[in-house]
T-cell receptor, first 114, second 120 residues
């Protein structure tokens, strides 16, 4: 059972456009939601993260929107640049004793055309 | 400083062989994690070490998989009798000090570049 569902699988955006990636989860015990960026041949790197008591978090061109009632969250990349081309993973972590085990979505391959 | 390093970067083996994958965490990080990333999938949790002990090995798929961290630093993931389905990128991550049980904080995990294992 996939606990974190991510869409779309791939996304092509023109330079300067907005990239939007969506995720949904089932387990209400998740209480921390990070986004990871992965370039080819590299490991995932933490990009931005949010807790469910906050509806939005912005860091530079990257914004997470969180809808707790719908159990959905999304990543928005404003003014997308070719250097943003990478695979993006949403993830979730349980509260309590298992607050180390990342559960990842399947990833979104983002291509930003110049 | 240096990040998490993993060796080898690529490993090709034949079905039925034994392989060892090595992870060098960031110096001073007490927590270490192994994940497996199959083609087109997100990483999946395998095992978590706190110091020398495996605190959670619930993600290991079967008893052919085993991991050690004898001195609380370097870790080795060992796979016996490899199968074609074991082909994947094996990622290692580390994080600093242990969180208290039930803590609401999250300790960022720093990932290495992975070892790409191909079983022919």
């Amino acid at each position: 059972q996939q606990q974190v569902k991510q869409s779309p699988q791939s996304l092509i955006v023109q330079k300067g456009g907005i990239s939007i990636i969506n995720c949904a989860y089932e387990n209400t015990a998740f209480d921390y939601f990070p986004w990871y960026q992965q370039f080819p041949g590299k490991g995932p790197a933490l990009l931005i993260a949010i807790r469910p008591d906050v509806s939005e978090k912005k860091e530079g061109r990257f914004t997470i929107s969180f809808n707790k009632s719908a159990k959905q969250f999304s990543l928005h990349i404003m003014d997308s640049q070719p250097g943003d081309s990478a695979t993006y993973f949403c993830a979730a972590i349980l509260s309590g004793g298992s607050n180390y085990k990342l559960t990842f979505g399947k990833g979104t391959l983002l291509t930003v055309n110049p | 400083g240096a990040g998490v390093s993993q060796t080898p970067s690529n490993k090709v083996t034949e079905k039925g062989k034994y392989v060892e994958l090595r992870c060098d965490p960031i110096s001073g990080h007490t927590a270490l994690y192994w994940y497996r990333q199959s083609l087109g999938q997100g990483p999946e949790f395998l095992i978590y070490f706190q110091g020398t002990g495996a605190a959670d090995d619930s993600g290991l798929p079967n008893d052919r998989f085993f991991a050690v961290r004898p001195e609380g630093s370097v870790s080795t993931l060992k796979i016996q009798r490899t199968e074609r389905g074991d082909s994947a990128v094996y990622l290692c991550a580390s994080s600093p000090t242990r969180l208290a049980e039930g803590s609401s904080s999250y300790n960022e995990q720093f990932f290495g570049p992975g070892t790409r294992l191909t079983v022919l």
